[in-house]
């Protein structure tokens, strides 16, 4: 069974701050993928990144970056730098190397103040 | 920039009517999508459609939820007696393969009054 878990149900924080949003997953395959998605207020969800498992390079992009830790089973991803525009609600997903629909974890809904 | 299209927007409709909701998927897309999100809650599978046939499909995609590609263009989800537990967002999504990043629509929202 594959599940996605994302502990922290809301997060707020001052704008101009780093914010970590965890996520933990279980699966019982070697190859599969993980997901970042946003869901800003207007609804629609925004692909961020796909890793696949035999792939642990941490990744940048801009004021975001992705930590894969195989040995915790995470794939935290980290704003720096925080502004109002990255509230949002954020996914954390997964899918098996042998399926193709893609698991969602329940989300972290992000707070930007300013 | 290839875009998800999904029509309508906003679909009301009344208990035990039948709905279709509609989707462009990007057109060099191999696989196809139904996720739906009630309201606060996660977004779940629904199915997943591939060669013109359905290749997975969740619990909640029972009996009273069926998909088609009728034209090689469009991607319809039809919800036959619709109930008030089917309001929620639904979402298409397309992907050019396996494993690769689902592309999804805006989403229709579906109320179920």
Redesign the interface.
């Known amino acids: 069974a594959q599940k996605v878990t994302q502990a922290q149900t809301e997060i707020s924080v001052v704008e101009k701050e780093d914010v970590t949003l965890d996520c933990v997953y279980e699966t019982r395959d070697t190859t599969y993928?993980l997901?970042w998605?946003k869901q800003p207020p207007s609804?629609?969800?925004?692909?961020l990144i796909?890793r696949?498992s035999f792939d642990e390079q941490n990744e940048i992009s801009g004021r975001y970056s992705w930590n894969f830790q195989k040995s915790t089973s995470s794939f935290n991803f980290t704003i720096t730098a925080s502004q109002v525009v990255d509230s949002a609600v954020y996914?954390c997903?997964l899918?098996e190397?042998r399926?193709?629909?893609?698991?969602?974890?329940?989300?972290t809904r992000l707070h930007i103040l300013p | 920039e290839p875009e998800v299209t999904q029509t309508p927007s906003h679909q009301v409709t009344q208990m035990g009517q039948e709905v279709i909701l509609r989707c462009v998927p990007i057109s060099n897309h191999l696989?196809f999508?139904w996720y739906r999100q009630i309201l606060g809650?996660?977004?779940?599978?629904l199915v997943?459609f591939?060669n013109n046939e359905i290749?997975?499909k969740?619990e909640i995609f029972d009996d009273q939820f069926s998909v088609e590609r009728p034209d090689g263009s469009n991607f319809t989800l039809k919800i036959r007696s619709t109930k008030l537990e089917d309001s929620a967002?639904y979402?298409c999504?397309s992907?050019p393969d396996?494993?690769?990043?689902?592309?999804?629509?805006?989403?229709t929202?579906l109320t179920v009054v």
């Open positions: 993928y997901f998605y609804g629609e969800l925004v692909f796909r696949n996914f997903a899918s190397g399926d193709d629909k893609i698991i969602f974890g329940k989300g | 696989y999508y809650q996660k977004v779940e599978f997943s591939y290749s997975e969740s967002m979402f999504a992907s396996l494993n690769t990043e689902a592309f999804f629509g805006q989403g929202r």
